[in-house]
């Protein structure tokens, strides 16, 4: 028996999607830059899926819509971007103290270029107050960047209110949305965002595919340069077949979404009520905010997030400690630590998240292995501290 409980780190391609993907890795190679009719054909293909990925962000506009190697690259495109094009104005980024790497990193590779970065801490929930971006804006500040929801806690961030502030003063905003985007339903023109990053493979399309929005009349700096393939926005020839698997995950996604969002959380949600029977003194991290329905967050204190994670996987569960980017790293989380938790609750969190392909026998299995993992991993844990007495 397995549960792949690690959804937030990437999910299984969806067979449809695949499908979907098949010819333009055979037979339709064409280059959509191309006139003759195999060019064309992957013009049409680009185009479609651009619509599809268009409609499930709301966006009237599909040219709002360009096609990068994934969330990490739309988040460097929008920061960076935004800077080279607005770094005449003024030098201050605006973020929080939870972001992912790919936006804390983006922001930092500026420095050297003379802009310095505000970073909003949250309160010991995850929760941002809108309040608190205000107060930091300054008259030079060009770029507000606040992700949708944390991709530790799924902790969901007030970007509507945070867009709304920004537009009034012009400065641009962007959300990092790729924890929400085919999760649950967003309207990025409602949103009054400016540029949205969103990634294939954390909503069952490929990876190395995804897309930032950038909404009509909004000035970017290229990041790379090349032919003028999109724009000239990011230029190269496309991934036809990655962005077709991203424009059939987005048709997939937009199609049952708030059904499955409430199947998904009550699963969530039997989870957690089972690990607390099981173990009283497990912790939810982010408990008391608005929270995206698949992801728990749980410490379970006495324990180590790696042990707890060696012994599920011998199990056949999979799960994460945070950041699958930075599980290698054994580094604590620093969104917990900007959550202001304590050291024992940072070293022991475990993050479980459930996709479409989650079922109630996955989470039956998972719970009635994870409590005598846990048990375990605490009681060797004690040990050393009973030999020393
Ligand atoms: N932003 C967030 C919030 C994420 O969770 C991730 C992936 O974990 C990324 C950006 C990076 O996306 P990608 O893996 O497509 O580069």
């Known amino acids: ?158 970007i509507g209110e945070i867009g709304a502030l920004c537009r009034a003063r012009g400065i641009a905003f962007h959300a990092d949305a790729v924890q929400t985007v085919g999760k649950i339903p967003l309207d990025a023109e409602a949103l009054a965002v400016d540029l949205l990053s969103l990634s294939a493979h954390k909503f069952h399309g490929p990876k190395g595919v995804g897309a930032l929005y950038v909404r009509p009349g909004v000035r970017l700096q290229p990041q790379i340069h090349g032919g003028g393939q999109q724009r000239a926005l990011r230029p190269g020839t496309e991934n036809v077949a990655g962005i077709v698997g991203l424009g059939a995950a987005a048709a997939l996604a937009a199609e049952g979404m708030g059904a499955e969002a409430g199947r998904i959380g009550a699963l969530r949600d039997r989870l957690v009520a089972g690990l607390r029977a099981a173990l009283p003194a497990v912790e939810v991290n982010g408990q008391g905010a608005p929270r995206l329905p698949h992801i728990a967050n749980v410490s379970f204190p006495g324990t180590d997030t790696e042990a707890v994670l060696l012994g599920l996987d011998l199990e056949g569960i999979a799960a994460s400690g945070g950041a699958a980017c930075s599980a290698g790293s054994l580094e604590p989380s620093h969104v917990l630590r900007a959550m202001g938790l304590s050291a024992d609750r940072v070293a022991s969190a475990v993050r479980f998240s459930l996709g479409r392909l989650t079922d109630e026998v996955e989470v039956e299995y998972a719970l009635a292995v994870i409590p005598s993992v846990v048990e375990q991993v605490r009681e060797a844990a004690a040990l050393p501290l009973l030999g020393r007495g």
């Open 1 to 158: 028996m397995k549960a792949y409980l690690d959804c937030s780190a990437t999910t299984p391609l969806d067979p449809r999607v695949l499908d979907a993907m098949r010819p333009f890795l055979a037979g339709a190679f064409g280059n959509p830059s191309s006139v003759h009719h195999w060019g064309q054909e992957a013009r049409r293909a680009v185009a479609a899926a651009r619509e599809r990925v268009a409609t499930l962000l709301g966006s009237r506009d599909r040219e709002a819509v360009i096609f990068t190697s994934g969330g990490t690259e739309a988040d460097n495109l929008a920061v960076k971007g935004i800077a080279g094009a607005r770094g005449d104005r003024g030098r201050h980024l605006v973020t929080t103290a939870v972001e992912h790497h790919a936006i804390l990193e983006s922001c930092a590779s500026l420095e050297p270029l003379g802009f310095t970065t505000t970073y909003v801490p949250v309160d010991a929930d995850g929760s941002l107050d809108p309040e608190a971006v205000r107060e930091a804006l300054r008259p030079d500040t060009i770029l507000v960047s606040v992700m949708h929801a944390n991709n530790e806690t799924g902790v969901l961030h007030p």
